[in-house]
Nanobody
Framework: QVQLVESGGGSAQAGGSLRLSCVAS????????MGWFRQAPGKEREFVAA????????YYADSVNDRFTISRDNAKNTVYLQMNRLKPEDTAVYYC?????????????????WGQGTQVTVSS
C-alpha cells in the first residue's frame, strides 16, 4: 500500500510559479513511476506529467511542455512539479499518482494510487 500526500498548492498570478510536492509512504517508492494529473471544474481529470522510477524518463502533456518540470528525490520519497509561466487555464485540483508501470501513468492513465489533491488557482 502506498499513500500519497500532496502540498504546495495555492494561488498565483498569471506568469508566476508554484511548486507542488508529493510525499509517498512506504519503502518501495523508488520502484514506482509517478505522475501528476489535474481536474478543472466541469472537466475530466487529465494527464499533466510523469516520471519513471529512476527519474531518467519524463513525459509531459503538450499544454504544459516547456513550462512545467517533474522531478523526484527517491531518498526523500518525494516527487515534485515545478510550474512556471502559469496561465489561468492551469487552474485545477492537482493529483499525484503512483503505479509500477510508466505505461499505466502515461498511456492508460489508470494508476494504482492517488493522492487527495491540492488546489491551484491562477488569476489573470
Amino acid at each position: 500500500q502506498v499513500q500519497l500526500v500532496e502540498s504546495g498548492g495555492g494561488s498565483a498570478q498569471a506568469g508566476g510559479s508554484l511548486r507542488l510536492s508529493c510525499v509517498a509512504s512506504g519503502r518501495t517508492f523508488s520502484s514506482y513511476a509517478m505522475g501528476w494529473f489535474r481536474q478543472a471544474p466541469g472537466k475530466e481529470r487529465e494527464f499533466v506529467a510523469a516520471i519513471d522510477w529512476s527519474g531518467g524518463g519524463t513525459y509531459y502533456a503538450d499544454s504544459v511542455n516547456d513550462r512545467f518540470t517533474i522531478s523526484r528525490d527517491n531518498a526523500k520519497n518525494t516527487v515534485y512539479l515545478q510550474m512556471n509561466r502559469l496561465k489561468p487555464e492551469d487552474t485545477a485540483v492537482y493529483y499525484c499518482a503512483a503505479d509500477r508501470s510508466i505505461a499505466q501513468v502515461t498511456v492508460t492513465r489508470s494508476v494504482d494510487y492517488w493522492g487527495q489533491g491540492t488546489q491551484v488557482t491562477v488569476s489573470s
